[in-house]
């Protein structure tokens, strides 16, 4: 399979970025570019959108980029920092790229920003995922 069947058929089976509203924008090897839209039912009890939507379009994103290299993969250490609170209707994208890896390891970043403002990165998350043996 090449990079965007792997991710056409991951995200095809992934319910959870399916409920989530997420779109893949682009994708390439070891790259991967999504986006979603702030909907009310992801806002906490601030009225601001709930940390784990941002730390979910991340992880799907590390996901996607990480299988779209052909060898399944899993996280196994992930951590995010979040810099701007979002609100009901803001469009973000994740952008997720392989920083560095070795023959079972690889190492991702992933910035989220505001559609519409690039330049205003509002968390930034980075995924350590394990290749395993399996290819796609």
């Given at each position: 399979?090449?990079?965007?069947?792997?991710?056409?058929?991951?995200?095809?089976?992934?319910?959870?970025?399916?409920?989530?509203?997420?779109?893949?924008?682009?994708?390439?090897?070891?790259?991967?570019?999504?986006?979603?839209?702030?909907?009310?039912n992801?806002?906490?009890?601030?009225?601001?959108?709930?940390?784990?939507?941002?730390?979910?379009?991340?992880?799907?994103?590390?996901?996607?980029?990480?299988?779209?290299?052909?060898?399944?993969?899993?996280?196994?250490?992930?951590?995010?920092?979040?810099?701007?609170?979002?609100?009901?209707?803001?469009?973000?994208i994740?952008?997720?790229f392989?920083?560095?890896?070795?023959?079972?390891?690889?190492?991702?970043?992933?910035?989220?920003?505001?559609?519409?403002?690039?330049?205003?990165?509002?968390?930034?998350?980075?995924?350590?995922?394990?290749?395993?043996?399996?290819?796609?």
């Amino acid at each position: 399979m090449d990079h965007s069947e792997i991710v056409n058929t991951m995200m095809a089976n992934d319910l959870f970025s399916q409920w989530l509203g997420i779109t893949i924008l682009e994708q390439h090897e070891g790259n991967c570019k999504l986006t979603l839209t702030i909907r009310k039912n992801m806002l906490n009890g601030f009225g601001i959108a709930h940390g784990g939507i941002t730390y979910s379009l991340a992880d799907s994103a590390l996901a996607f980029a990480s299988n779209s290299k052909g060898r399944k993969s899993v996280s196994i250490e992930t951590s995010i920092a979040h810099i701007i609170s979002l609100k009901e209707n803001d469009e973000i994208i994740a952008e997720a790229f392989c920083e560095t890896e070795t023959e079972k390891l690889g190492h991702y970043k992933i910035n989220v920003f505001l559609k519409d403002e690039p330049s205003k990165i509002v968390a930034l998350f980075k995924g350590i995922v394990y290749k395993t043996a399996k290819n796609w």
